[in-house]
């Protein structure tokens, strides 16, 4: 059977490094957890949140899976955004894909995956809206401007869900931004879909709550 020890010492090598390097890391560490960044990112193994953008533990609240979905059915996915803008108070959520990502490329892949082709159906639907754009492309340059529209897609996707408007309903400082990552040189390139306000987002997505003082909504 493979052995796993190698990570165990890795994992007591790095403590001892940090130590050496800050000897209050850990107890700074252990007393609070205040991020103003929450990360919807891609599950693959080569896109690193914290290390992307040079953060240390405790800075950056962070939401992995498949192709960086955010999928209105997906609890998981929710219950993380609800606690990043409740409890944690963040002011910035950053839906990062990345160029050739896996999961896109197999979404558009006329072969079975599995379970999986479930979870990426939404990707063939905006393949569908922008089939005209996307089919006068190469393979490689379809893949990674679907990488882009995919993130695009989410950041609308985010902005339309019920505690991002409570929160902008709220008076709370949030703002959504969509990035993807190049794994060939390290660099995120913004898509400029930055949004803060329910402005922008077609009227019938606009969900108002009664129970707000009058003057909020």
Known sequence: MPTIKHLIDNNREWARQQVERDPEFFQRLVGQQ?????WIGC???RVPANQIVGMDPGELFVHRNVANQVIQTDFNCLSV???AIEALKVKHVLVVGHYGCGGVKAAIESKPHGLVDHWLYPIRDIYREHAVELEALDEQAQIDRLCE???IEQVKNLAKTNMVQEAWDRGQEL???GWVYRLDNGLVNDMNVSVASREGLE???HVYHKNLPKGVR
């Open 149 to 151: 529209l995919n993130v």
């Open 81 to 83: 955004i609800q606690f």
């Open 43 to 45: 599950s693959d193994s």
């Open 34 to 38: 205040s991020p103003e960044y929450l």
């Open 203 to 205: 009227q019938v997505y």
């Open 175 to 177: 703002n959504i931004h």
